[in-house]
Structures are given as structure tokens and as C-alpha cells.
């Protein structure tokens, strides 16, 4: 995991972030443009996912981006991820049917797991 991080840091470094924003350098240094403005997609990081991450995000103009110490009950989760579009979570995350259904404009899902991942049933 350590030398995952590193190669992130210095693929920052050595790739600076492009004028345009609704440019974004993926990790080999390549450029994709995004079809939907990065400041208004909103990003929630769930479960103390690293403060590294959540500056990543900001630094390659994803503005929206919230990062909570820990796991969701159900309820809450429904509640909070309506205007999601991309989630990241851990192990005690429970990405049940009922969250799915509220999640209408979820793209994607980020496991930052170790091992064996049970939260989607």
C-alpha cells in the first residue's frame, strides 16, 4: 500500500494539475476530459478514508468533496448519498439495495479495502 501511495505522490509532483478544469491526468499521466463540470460532482469519502485523498480530489478540481470519520448506518447513508456521484468507503460500509435505489446520480464506487470486501449484498 505504501509504494501505491508514493507512486500517487509523485505522479502529483511530476504531472501538474492542468489550467482546465475539466481536464483531469489519470495516473500515467495521460488526459481525459470529464463530459460534466469536476467543481459539481460531489464526492463523499466515508470511514476516515486518508486526508491524502480527499486533497488529490480537491487538487484535480473536484470541489465537492466530503470526508466523514466513519461508516453510515442505512438511514443515513440513504439520506446522504442522493447527490453522490462518486462514493468512496471501507469495509463497514453497507452498500444495500435501498441505498442503491436513493443514489441517482452514484457513478462510481471506490473500495479502499484490504483483503476480503463484503459491503455490497
Known amino acids: 500500500m505504501g509504494s501505491l501511495v508514493k507512486l500517487f505522490e509523485r505522479t502529483a509532483k511530476t504531472n501538474p494539475i492542468s489550467v482546465n478544469k475539466n481536464i483531469m ?63 468512496g468507503i471501507r469495509s463497514k460500509t453497507q452498500i444495500t439495495p435501498g441505498v442503491l435505489k436513493a443514489a441517482q446520480r452514484l457513478q462510481a464506487i471506490g473500495c479502499f479495502c484490504i483483503g476480503e470486501f463484503r459491503g455490497c449484498y
Not at 476516515?48 to 466523514?68: D, H, P
Open 25 to 87: 491526468p489519470d495516473i500515467c499521466g495521460m488526459e481525459t476530459k470529464t463530459s460534466y463540470p469536476k467543481e459539481k460532482i460531489n464526492v463523499l469519502l466515508l470511514e476516515n478514508i486518508s486526508e491524502i485523498a480527499v486533497k488529490n480530489f480537491q487538487r484535480n478540481g473536484y470541489t465537492q468533496t466530503q470526508r466523514l470519520s466513519k461508516a453510515l448506518p442505512e438511514p443515513d447513508l440513504i439520506d446522504a448519498i442522493k447527490n453522490v456521484h462518486i462514493l
